[in-house]
């Protein structure tokens, strides 16, 4: 039988873990403590895309946009916004 492929480590907070995690779930201000840990700096940005690559193919990929800011869902959310007014 042969060995499961190994997953890369993530270098970003995967929103699924974070919604989880004790301090969330203990935290006085959970959208705040939310916000903080889903900052990304750039070299972690450049290290996300070197282990995404395939992007649909590559459920890493799927995890890690999820519900986040894209470009790709940007349009939607200006829309929704215009809306409100």
Excluded: C
């Excluded at 700096?41 to 649909?56: D, L, P, W, Y």
């Amino acid at each position: 039988m042969a060995e499961e492929p190994q997953t890369p480590d993530v270098p970003v907070p995967l929103l699924d873990d974070l919604m989880i995690h004790p301090e969330y779930l203990g935290a006085e201000d959970p959208r705040t403590w939310l916000r903080r840990q889903l900052l990304v700096s750039h070299e972690k940005v450049n290290q996300t895309a070197a282990v995404t690559i395939g992007q649909r193919e590559n459920a890493l990929w799927a995890a890690v946009r999820k519900l986040r800011f894209t470009a790709s869902n940007f349009g939607h959310i200006l829309s929704a916004f215009d809306k409100k007014k």
